[in-house]
């Protein structure tokens, strides 16, 4: 059944109601006509709860607006939802991702995570390549999709919106990874679910590495504003040492914006719950409104955390990845790069849940805090204890 406008609605109900579901809910496909958006396909969600969603089509598929009863829950950039024909990710010493970046979510990857980074290339087996330079959080947000369909889909009394597209990361010479992406919502739903299948489709050893950009904006951010998580252990702080302190705002409670704020990165060691998955929620109590995303402990162990609290870039991100923060060469050296053979391929599942109302954001948060009570101190001594990560390929030992 759907639950919707206050009761249960079965197929025939609804169909009673109405000449054609989209007059409350469906997926659309439509084009963007004007400025640096102009050219792109992006696929309209609407669950008929007042959750509606955007994908981009043509930027790997990425989340680009999520709003809940008009209210926005997604972070946009100045820099618009630039078409991949103006973008140039090679540009400004690997840093032209920024004049890209925005929306509430930006895949990062698909063979490269985090600063710009200049790393072996043997593993293809082309002379003339040796080395190979990584761009800023990699290259696949700036490919657009093929899409292999999307709609509505009835599953007896169920209806499932949905959509799937492959993006292709390739380059003679150098790697062919495919993203085989999936994202679903129930209408009547407040979740959104991703799913997503990293294959290596060519020959070579190729290295993998991927993390989840998930860009939170006003109101949902706004000062007062809290970080909930199943915290262990706080590993590292970007801003470390004399300036740990300096801003006044730590992990936990989120402040207002600062004309002259400076980006601030944490790492944090989360523990899973009984059946593996990780949530991780940003809450706001004043507006009774919250965001959860939900990931699994074994695809993806490591997760950072974003705050751009800076006037004009109001930003917080949630961010779950394969590798630490550490980088691509520290992830070789530890033995922890996740190397894909022919064929070889990792599976990750998503889910984005909409918290309405105080009574949700206290179930969710006592869920969280049961399975481990985060640090009380805004701002924990990081331990710098990186633990071991296990998912490394069997092929890690590469030939060349």
């Not at 799937?164 to 993203?179: K, R, S, T, Y």
Request: net charge negative.
């Amino acid at each position: 059944m759907v639950h919707l406008y206050g009761r249960e609605n079965s197929r025939l109900d609804l169909s009673r109601r109405t000449g054609s579901l989209s007059q409350f809910g469906g997926v659309r496909l439509v084009t963007l006509c004007d400025g640096v958006e102009r050219g792109q396909r992006m696929l309209e969600f609407r669950t008929g709860t007042g959750l509606r969603f955007t994908v981009m089509v043509d930027r790997a598929m990425d989340l680009a607006e999520v709003e809940h009863k008009g209210r926005a829950i997604g972070w946009h950039s100045p820099t618009g939802f630039r078409n991949p024909a103006l973008h140039d990710a090679e540009g400004e010493g690997g840093l032209g991702w920024a004049r890209s970046f925005s929306g509430f979510l930006v895949t990062c990857g698909l063979d490269h995570t985090l600063g710009p980074e200049t790393v072996d290339a043997s593993n293809y087996g082309y002379p003339h390549r040796r080395t190979i330079t990584h761009v800023l959080h990699g290259r696949v947000t700036g490919v657009p999709a093929r899409l292999r369909g999307y709609g509505e889909s009835w599953q007896g009394e169920r209806c499932i919106l949905w959509a799937e597209a492959d993006v292709v990361q390739a380059a003679v010479f150098g790697e062919h990874l495919v993203l085989r992406r999936r994202i679903e919502a129930d209408l009547g739903g407040d979740t959104i679910r991703l799913t997503d299948r990293v294959e290596n489709a060519g020959f070579r050893p190729t290295p993998h590495m991927i993390f989840y950009h998930v860009n939170l904006g006003y109101p949902v951010l706004d000062e007062g504003a809290r970080f909930v998580a199943p915290v262990e252990d706080v590993v590292w702080a970007a801003h470390g040492g004399a300036g740990y302190r300096a801003q006044g705002v730590g992990y936990r409670r989120m402040g207002g914006p600062v004309d002259e704020f400076s980006e601030q990165v944490w790492q944090h060691e989360m523990r899973a719950d009984a059946a593996g998955r990780v949530p991780v929620a940003i809450v706001n109590d004043r507006l009774a409104l919250g965001l959860q995303v939900v990931t699994r402990k074994a695809e993806l162990p490591c997760h950072f955390q974003w705050q751009y609290l800076q006037s004009g870039n109001y930003a917080m991100a949630i961010e779950p990845s394969t590798h630490h923060v550490l980088g691509d060469q520290a992830a070789r050296d530890r033995g922890e790069m996740i190397w894909l053979g022919p064929g070889e391929g990792c599976d990750y599942a998503l889910s984005f849940e909409v918290l309405d109302g105080a009574a949700a954001i206290a179930q969710a948060e006592a869920e969280i805090r049961a399975i481990a009570p985060q640090p009380e101190d805004d701002f924990p001594e990081p331990s710098g204890n990186f633990r071991p990560l296990t998912r490394a390929q069997k092929t890690k030992e590469i030939t060349t």
